[in-house]
């Protein structure tokens, strides 16, 4: 609303002139840079468009939302061990000001609610998500006759109003330009005990088809080889990747730009799951409500936004040999493995004055890249509803499944088989088709409420009629299929049953005693969990002694058990890395069996000898006691009493190797 009447008041294109005027350089008298100061600073409060990484850390400053940090803390394994502290007990972003370079560290920025919503400048994120689905609401609309077609002209014209805007001068990314580039000036992280190295963690990734002219900006990760060298970990399935074929085909070196900094939204858009071919600054300027100027780069033809802190150039020659890339601590929480990648060679870094690294870690969850993921829910509810599943009203992806491994679904059933059709069209739909376990409810539930969940689960569900398992795409980072990037995935159908469906069914509790009766031949070599209310049992094995196979030829007499076996090591109290270490280690269909009513479920790592599994499997990701040490000391010094305890102190029992992976 605030925008709206300070529209009618200062019509836009006064201010954007004004703003042009004064962001070039250019003269005006005394009395009118006055006024144009002042539209200028009311257009960017009422816009919340950030004029690079700096604004942005002194708003979160201002909110007290920021700590500064000036004792040193080396970038190789420190900085992210405070980070990884300070996201896991809801602490501010820290600036890391002395990091042995001449640019400060921004971490752990969007690692809450408040500060992910000012990074895509909104309040809240229900604002976003409310203004997109009105926007495709428009354009969903019949547009029959001309009265119609009419009343969509606003809303193009609004998206017309965000669209990037290329510039003919330089931008501030490019007041500084190191044309003998060396990435040692910059404070890139080495972040876990085994990585491969030091790699660039946030970087927004430009690139261009050779043939469609089509433009993107994605994310992925960049080792530093050496000094004008990184590999460029792009998947198999994203688009910097398909254009990087194109480019091979026509025989010519790939033009890639790196952005890091600007406006935070930015690197947001990097992420979000926009269909192939849409600019990626198109969401970010409606996001910030201002489109984003963007120039030409010193050493190839790329534009990128003019108002980025650091922006590195450079090629992709796809005649090249790859390079060995990795192993790097992952979002799944454990180490992806070390493959072969293309080459990035750097022609030329620019930077603006005052520059800020951005940085972000990922591991063992929750970590900042959780609070993405919550904005993303937000987002981009509306355009799946409105363009592929209408009965969806709410969508969730919990942390513990890190992105892919797990999807709870709840819509709003009206015939028979519709949870099947959800599940079976989500798992060919975009980045869905990633989806390890997708589960449809119908009931009025809150599906961030895993117990409310569960229980609709084991009342609405028949085990042998409303159990989709099929095989497809997965993650490349998936470590539990044995086929690289394929695997098992499983559909629950828990919705409420129509009389011409199966029917669901109560399943029988247990008696404490039939559980000790069944369990007794193992009960010295095995740990129980039993969950309260309903028919799920933990197991944790120790394979030296006891291997699943013996789980599976006890004597059952009891009737729609559930029973996860997962490593011994795994804590049984601890729900949330249960959860993650059971979606993290399993491929439904090798690792999940139906005996008559009752499920069994091999969630245990696979790395034992005896498992004969055909990959490496991957180590979890947690510091090393050097690093722990030199942190709970350096926390001690700064008196930042919340930092003092360090996560990987109790999750390093799960480790199973001395390196990223057990041979």
């Not at 602490?91 to 001449?102: S, V």
Request: net charge neutral.
């Amino acid at each position: 609303m605030k925008w709206e009447l300070f529209k009618r008041v200062v019509p836009i294109f006064v201010l954007q002139t004004l703003i042009t005027q004064i962001e070039a350089g250019y003269a005006v008298n005394p009395p009118i840079a006055t006024i144009s100061y002042l539209f200028v600073y009311l257009y960017k409060l009422l816009t919340m468009a950030y004029n690079g990484l700096r604004d942005f850390k002194n708003a979160l400053e201002n909110n007290k939302d920021l700590k500064e940090i000036n004792e040193f803390v080396d970038p190789v394994l420190e900085i992210a061990e405070m980070a990884d502290r300070a996201v896991k007990a809801g602490y501010k972003a820290l600036y890391f000001k002395n990091n042995g370079t001449g640019f400060p560290v921004l971490i752990n920025m969007f690692a809450s609610d408040r500060r992910m919503s000012m990074a895509i400048g909104r309040e809240n994120l229900d604002d976003a998500g409310e203004d997109i689905e009105e926007l495709f609401k428009q354009f969903s609309t019949p547009a029959g006759n001309l009265a119609s077609k009419l009343k969509l002209l606003p809303g193009l014209a609004k998206v017309a109003s965000f669209m990037p805007k290329k510039i003919s001068r330089k931008g501030r990314c490019q007041q500084n330009i190191v044309r003998e580039p060396d990435l040692g000036i910059l404070p890139v992280l080495k972040c876990w005990p085994h990585d491969g190295g030091r790699f660039i963690t946030l970087p927004v990734v430009h690139t261009k088809h050779p043939v469609t002219g089509e433009v993107n900006a994605g994310m992925y990760r960049m080792q530093i080889l050496d000094k004008d060298t990184t590999a460029m970990h792009w998947h198999r399935h994203k688009t910097g990747a398909v254009h990087y074929g194109a480019w091979k085909e026509q025989g010519k070196k790939m033009p890639v730009s790196v952005v890091l900094g600007g406006d935070p939204v930015y690197t947001y858009a990097a992420t979000a799951p926009l269909p192939e071919g849409i600019d990626e600054y198109i969401l970010a300027g409606f996001l910030r409500k201002q489109k984003v100027k963007m120039v030409k780069c010193i050493t190839n033809d790329l534009y990128v936004p003019e108002d980025a802190d650091i922006v590195i150039e450079g090629y992709v020659d796809p005649s090249e040999k790859p390079v060995w890339e990795g192993p790097f601590g992952d979002h799944t929480g454990f180490y992806s493995l070390a493959d072969w990648f293309p080459a990035f060679h750097v022609t030329c870094i620019t930077h603006r004055n005052n520059a800020v690294y951005p940085a972000t870690i990922v591991g063992i969850p929750p970590m900042e890249d959780a609070w993405i993921g919550k904005a993303t829910e937000k987002l981009f509810l509306a355009p799946i509803k409105l363009s592929l599943q209408p009965e969806i009203t709410d969508l969730h992806l919990p942390v513990q499944g890190v992105a892919h491994n797990l999807v709870l679904v709840k819509i709003k059933k009206t015939y028979p088989g519709q949870g099947m059709k959800v599940i079976s069209s989500l798992l060919g739909a975009g980045q869905m088709m990633f989806s390890k376990f997708i589960v449809v409810v119908s009931e009025d539930i809150d599906i961030r409420d895993y117990n409310a969940v569960a229980e609709k689960i084991f009342r609405n569900t028949d085990i042998n009629k409303d159990i989709l398992f099929t095989r497809g795409p997965l993650d490349i980072l998936d470590h539990s299929s044995d086929t690289y990037s394929f695997g098992g995935k499983m559909g629950i159908d828990a919705t409420l049953k129509f009389t011409e469906e199966s029917g669901g069914r109560k399943h029988d509790r247990f008696r404490s005693e039939s559980l000790l009766k069944v369990f007794k031949p193992l009960k010295d070599r095995i740990s129980l969990k039993k969950s309260k209310g309903m028919p799920v049992v933990f197991a944790g094995i120790s394979k030296d002694s006891t291997r699943f196979s013996h789980l599976l030829d006890l004597d059952y007499d009891v009737s729609g058990l559930v029973l996860i076996a997962v490593d011994h090591s795994v804590d049984l109290g601890n729900d949330y890395i249960l959860l993650w270490q059971v979606l993290s280690n399993i491929d439904p269909s090798r690792d999940i069996s139906i005996r008559g009513t009752n499920i069994f479920i091999d969630a245990t790592s696979k790395s034992h000898p005896s498992d004969n599994f055909s990959r490496e499997w991957p180590n979890v990701v947690v510091s090393d006691d050097k690093t722990i040490e030199k942190i709970n000391m350096l926390s001690g010094n700064t008196g930042i009493t919340e930092l003092k305890q360090s996560p990987s102190e109790k999750l390093k029992e799960l480790s199973i190797s001395e390196g990223a992976s057990v041979k």
